[in-house]
């Protein structure tokens, strides 16, 4: 099954797509959120073949974490670390 989500920007359309396919198993996930997102340049000596870094911050009612991808594609690395911050987000809650 295939699911689709759009959004301002493809890190935002990724996250809507993410939510769409896991919140009927998680509902869990409607509280966790992104309040962060930074991109870093590993090797700036690459110029537009480098590597980047994507911080996301994410929260949900009680605490706040980090995740990191890194990735010479910049949705890739945001990917990494947005399924990460849910991956994290829905195992915290697990081990109440």
């Not at 996250?15 to 198993?25: E, G």
């Amino acid at each position: 099954e295939y699911t689709v989500g759009e959004g301002d920007g493809p890190v935002n359309a990724l996250d809507n797509a993410i939510r769409k396919a896991l919140l009927k198993f998680h509902p869990i996930l409607s509280d966790i959120r992104l309040t962060d997102y930074k991109v870093r340049i590993v090797n700036p000596r690459e110029g537009t073949a480098a590597k980047v870094m994507v911080l996301i911050e994410s929260s949900d009612k009680e605490k706040i974490w980090r995740t990191v991808g890194v990735s010479e594609n910049i949705i890739d690395a945001s990917a990494h670390a947005l399924v990460d911050a849910i991956e994290y987000g829905l195992k915290k809650v697990s081990k109440v």
